[in-house]
């Protein structure tokens, strides 16, 4: 970890959005980004990921027509725009990434850098 920093998490009520950002300081940027989530008692989830190449987007069901991603990567940067909150998007979300191919894609012990995470906090 280190590689990564996150930021934009915050206390907002149902129905608001958020935009998270994460940029990497030491220009470490690979194959895929992703965001991911964790709640206290359980494992980290997959949220969303985009291809640094193609711009090709995976998202969980979850949160699909809700949360975008995209990136930057002339500021080695990359977002999730997060619309329409709920109270179950409560979690501390990390950024992430990992080289090779789609592979691992959706698991969070396939990627090689992480941040220190964010929390969001969403009040019905």
């Known amino acids: 970890q280190g590689q990564l920093v996150e930021s934009g998490g915050g206390l907002v009520q149902a129905g608001d959005s958020l935009r998270l950002s994460c940029t990497s300081p030491t220009r470490t940027f690979s194959m895929f980004n992703a965001w991911f989530r964790q709640t206290p008692g359980k494992e980290r989830e997959f949220v969303a990921a985009?291809?640094?190449?193609?711009?090709?987007?995976y998202y969980a069901d979850s949160v699909k027509g809700r949360f975008t991603i995209s990136k930057d990567n002339a500021k080695y940067s990359f977002y999730l725009e997060m619309n329409n909150l709920s109270p179950e998007d409560t979690a501390k979300y990390y950024c992430?990434?990992?080289?090779?191919?789609?592979?691992?894609?959706?698991?969070?012990?396939?990627?090689?850098?992480w941040g220190q995470g964010t929390q969001v906090t969403v009040s019905s």
């Open positions: 985009i291809s640094r190449n193609d711009d090709y987007t």
């Open positions: 992430a990434v990992k080289g090779g191919g789609y592979t691992g894609l959706y698991d969070y012990t396939q990627y090689d850098y």
